[in-house]
């Protein structure tokens, strides 16, 4: 197997951000660290990238990937709404370790079905990479199914080095992935709880 995929700096390193922006637009796999774990990358519309994302970690049927977005008027376009949940309350708790389960919009591709679940993630440089594009990107943790997520980049080069285009180092230790709440329903449901504190009796702001 050939490890020859480069690991370039940190995302706010700006040639890191040009190599990972570059495998983007061309329709890649970028390994990119998010405010919780790195993740696999793609585009949103480069179903291409997106399906290699599903073979990578070896689940071609589970497309339920977080989209993540460089501010709510962002998420806007590819949403048909907030569910149950208030877009004033997600304006104020993001960029944040937070991603929510809402009704998907007609811009979405097919494969997301009726609902999708976005975030606005808290690493700057990232929702900086994200506006660059002009379009959100799909992140999954960077991991084949069933196994742990790989929290090392030299880690992930070994595992998946000839399988992705680009790895973007840096993230440090400690991480946890983000929360996860289900507001397509008639109210809400923590999915999974992550680093971010969501208050169920609180109308989503973060507990104390």
């Known amino acids: 197997m050939s490890h020859n995929v480069p690991i370039v700096g940190a995302i706010d390193d700006p040639r890191s951000a040009d190599q990972a922006y570059e495998v983007l637009m061309r329709g890649g796999v970028a390994v990119l660290p998010t405010d919780t ?11 291409d990238g997106v399906r290699r994302i599903s073979a990578i970690k070896r689940a071609p049927n589970d497309r339920r990937y977080i989209v993540l977005a460089s501010s709510i008027d962002m998420v806007d376009g590819i949403v048909r709404s907030y569910g149950c949940g208030a877009r004033e309350v997600l304006a104020d708790a993001w960029p944040a370790p937070l991603s929510v389960i809402v009704p998907s919009g007609p811009s979405c591709p097919a494969w997301v079905g009726p609902t999708v679940a976005v975030r606005v993630p808290a690493l700057a440089p990232l ?14 943790s960077v991991n084949r199914s069933g196994s742990e997520p790989l929290a090392d980049a030299h880690e992930i080069r070994r595992e998946m080095g000839d399988e992705v285009d680009v790895i973007v180092g840096g993230l440090s230790d400690g991480h946890l992935a983000s929360t996860i709440v289900d507001l397509s329903g008639k109210s809400p449901r923590v999915v ?13 702001k973060p507990s104390k």
């Open 127 to 140: 929702r900086a990479l994200i506006e660059r594009i002009g379009e959100p990107i799909v992140s999954t």
């Open 192 to 204: 999974r709880r992550g680093s971010y504190a969501w208050a169920e009796a609180g109308g989503g």
């Open 37 to 47: 774990l790195y993740g696999l990358s793609a585009r949103l519309s480069a179903e």
